[in-house]
């Protein structure tokens, strides 16, 4: 078994099947497609297990409750069998191809990890553009820690460009000599906080410039919808990251991390000051308004950056709150 294709599910019954087809059309590779039920309230697992049946290679994990994402794919990771740990989000697809050219360039240079660009597809209108444009990534090459913070940081000539949404392959022999899996406290950001710890454990990773990967921007998933408490979580991890750069003295990845936490501290303060005003409770807005040191710019930063979000939604009708990734 080469790969093991594992799709957390929850409540995907209008995507799950395009999903499992992307996975069982691949050529070239023998794989596996586990889907791990995440508790839906939909038809998910009855479409799951009618593909099931007609295919031994899919199959169904039900989780006993809902976990959130990370808890999904810890249990389709511990159920695979494959050499390599292939991700897919259920509402997303692969495109032809797509697993037997990165095993091919997995093998070729001895990688722990091998990912695609990505194809960000509108969920309202369908259109499609690579999230890495033309002319940023020519060949395959290897990605290190320092670039893969770096490129979780939005530059003006790279604004879309954020390794953390990248779907690699993950070779299944160094998830369990490392003991890696996700952080089951992590319903936010839970691939870049894995994929941080991978590369910390000395993982080789490469990148292929080719988009293979459609993925699907919807306005209500959980990427684009975090609560305070996901972000805060992912401060605290960043916060750990940097004492740890601080005492091996390695300034230069110290700046990165920093550079990283205030994007995550503006979305932060951002989240809190709006959600709470929203709720009617001006007193705990102020406290995330003033709650750090540089709250009120980053408040304001933040507000500038979503301001023709807003104005879209009311134009549309409503707005019903901000959509700020903050990988």
């Known amino acids: 078994m080469q790969v093991s294709v594992v799709i957390p599910a929850f409540n995907a019954g209008q995507y799950i099947e395009a999903a499992i087809a992307s996975a069982t059309q691949q050529e070239g590779v023998s794989l596996e497609v586990v889907v ?19 295919d031994p290679r899919v199959s169904l994990i ?35 191809g797509r697993l037997a050219t990165l095993v ?41 820690l320092p670039e893969f913070i770096a490129r979780n940081i939005s530059t003006p000539d790279a604004p879309r460009t954020n390794y953390g949404f990248l779907k ?6 160094f998830l369990a000599s490392h003991g890696l899996r996700y952080d ?11 994929y941080v710890d991978c590369l910390r454990a000395g993982a080789r990773w490469w990148l292929h410039p080719e988009p293979m990967y459609r993925y699907l921007v919807r306005p209500d ?18 916060r750990r990251l940097l004492a740890e750069a601080k005492d091996r003295g390695d300034r230069a990845f110290a700046t990165l991390i920093r550079r990283h936490l205030r994007n995550v501290d503006r979305c932060y303060y951002y989240r809190g000051f709006t959600d ?4 009617k409770r001006p007193a705990a807005a102020l406290g995330y308004l003033f709650g750090g040191a540089d709250s009120v710019p980053l408040v304001v930063q933040e507000g500038a950056r979503q301001l023709p979000v807003v104005l879209r939604k009311a134009l549309q009708g409503g707005y019903r709150g901000p959509a700020g990734a903050a990988r």
């Open 184 to 194: 089951e406290k992590v319903r936010f950001a839970e691939d870049f906080a894995l």
């Open 36 to 54: 791990v039920d995440d508790r839906s309230t939909d038809d998910t697992r009855e479409k799951v297990r009618h593909m099931a049946a007609a």
């Open 221 to 238: 998933s959980l990427t684009q919808v975090q609560t305070t408490g996901d972000l805060d979580r992912l401060r605290r991890r960043q």
């Open 276 to 279: 709470e005003l929203k709720a």
């Open 168 to 173: 690699p392959l993950m070779r299944r022999a």
């Open 62 to 96: 039900v989780l006993s409750q809902n976990g959130g994402p990370s808890v999904a794919r810890n249990a389709g990771i511990a159920a695979a069998q494959g050499q390599w740990i292939a991700l897919l989000d259920a509402d997303d697809a692969y495109l032809p």
């Open 104 to 144: 091919a360039l997995g093998e070729e240079q001895h990688a722990d990890l091998v990912a695609d660009n990505m194809l960000l597809v509108d969920a309202g209108d369908g259109t499609a553009v690579p999230m890495m444009a033309p002319g940023f990534l020519v060949c395959p090459r290897a990605i290190d």
